[in-house]
Nanobody, 117 residues
């Protein structure tokens, strides 16, 4: 699976952005898709995930819960990260990743999100 994230940019605090992650391959629906981010000088952290197989089940880090929403369109091999009420601390490079089992085996190149106060 090859992944390509897009949609990053600069936004003021309180604004919104939607990131997309396009995947290659015909078995996209079978992958659990995750979003991660890495802020300057910090470790990469989990943002959220959406489970495979049309389950619709999502999990979010506490820091983004209620503000971020993950969805997927299996027909388009794409997963989305809708980010609302953005804060300066959301500034980071955002990555999408895919897994079949317990570890994320496939990673896309990141897309930069900058939130100014």
């Amino acid at each position: 699976v090859q992944l390509q994230a897009s949609g990053g940019g600069s936004v003021q605090a309180g604004g919104s952005l939607r990131l997309s992650c396009a995947a290659s391959g015909r078995t996209f629906s079978g992958y659990t898709m995750g979003w991660f981010r890495q802020a300057p000088g910090k470790d990469r952290e989990f943002v959220g995930r959406i489970n495979c197989c049309n389950s619709g089940i999502t999990y979010y880090a506490d820091s983004v819960k209620g503000r971020f929403t993950i969805s997927r369109d299996n027909a388009k091999n794409t997963v989305y990260l809708q980010m609302n009420s953005l804060k300066p601390e959301d500034t980071a490079v955002y990555y999408c990743a895919a897994r079949l089992n317990s570890q994320y085996d496939y990673w896309g190149k990141g897309t930069l999100v900058t939130v100014s106060s």
